[in-house]
């Protein structure tokens, strides 16, 4: 039975749903082998026999991971229906030159911050670009990512627009931008190319954010650009944070491939990554995400008393969850995130706008946003069994892992 109580804050609980695992909703076995075999080794000729429906949900579980790319590599993509084929190698093509456009981005943007002596971290994949893949076909990205210490906002979004950047949504100067601690980043900068910066002013919480600043190095790529990098144990922590607790497991596989490659790539230091994790609150995600790659991939060497054993109740849902999940964001900050009782607060308006007045058009087009989102997701929850199944493992999990 599913029940959905709702209050006067908008607070929204699910009760008495019982979790049926059945197999048409969850990965099997001998799929989940596959699915792995192409991230290790594409070309494996064990992929000779493979049945529609598993061919489709193979293509499912890389999309939702934006790991398209290894479809093709694999050659997978050849036994796809002709016009989904197409779409999906002019999809896979346009991203690639999306990526390099946004790259490219990147080092301008880099050499201007530079310039004005203004430190940042680039994050996730442009670091992973930057020193793991060297090939933007393995490693997309959407946008420029950036973490800035508070301190140096202000010059920091001056040089900013000084190179052609505004905020998306409004007309704020930097001088007149003023900063909510309700979001961990400041609304979206873009150019008159459409390319996005998102500038994040913390990671996780204050505590990560020193660990960050403490282990980070700063590596030279000429005398004009130089970055400062996370160390690879700080790396791990924010992607697998990310791919998992951050939004409610919506980041799918490409977590795994990018946390697999840093441990093939480099000597990780696992007793300090477990106490840093520890310190923040995130061991037993951590655990459980290594369990995983140590479950399922060869050659890489993890003490068991970093693991989960396998027995473990949680750990199925865990895999599932990460390599496809039916749930959205929306739910996830629905159940399971406790400043939604925060969605119409001062400091919520002003993480959105910056702007330190709110306006009749701030107030009722949030109020739409939310109200259209909660609506759509009572919906989905009612009449798809997936996403209701999902939303509770989501939560679940979540519970689980916070559960200390």
Sequence with gaps: MLKICINSTFSVRINDYILTKTKNLNITEDTKKKIYKILEDPHTSDLVEISPKELDQVQNVFSFGRCEYFLKKSGLIQKLPQQKKKELEQFINSRKINSLKIFSEFIKVAHALNSKKITFIP?????????????LDFRNIRDIDLLVKHESLLPYLQCMFAIGYKF?????????????TYHYDIPALINEHGIHVETHLKIIDSKFNELIYEESYEKKFSDTLSVNLMSNENLIIHLIYHGTIKNGFDNGMISIFDVVSILKSNKINFPFLIDSADSIGLKKNICF?????????????????????????YLQNYEDLILMNYADEFSFRLFNKRR??????????????GRSK???????????????????TIFSISINKRYRVDVKRVKEITNYLQDK
Aim: net charge positive; hydrophobic share 40%; glycine share 4%.
């Design 340 to 353: 939604k009782y925060y969605a119409f607060s001062y400091e919520a308006f002003l993480s959105e706008s």
């Design 168 to 180: 998306k949504n409004s007309d704020l100067q930097p001088n007149e931008f003023k900063f909510s």
């Design 358 to 376: 709110i306006s009749l058009s701030d107030l009722f087009g949030r109020i739409f946003r939310i109200g259209s989102s909660f609506l759509k």
């Design 289 to 313: 995400f290594l369990s995983i790659i140590n479950l399922r991939f060869d050659g890489i060497d993890i003490d068991q008393k970093f693991l989960i054993k396998k027995d473990s109740p």
């Design 123 to 135: 994050l996730k994949g442009l670091h992973l670009n930057l020193e793991i893949y060297k090939n």
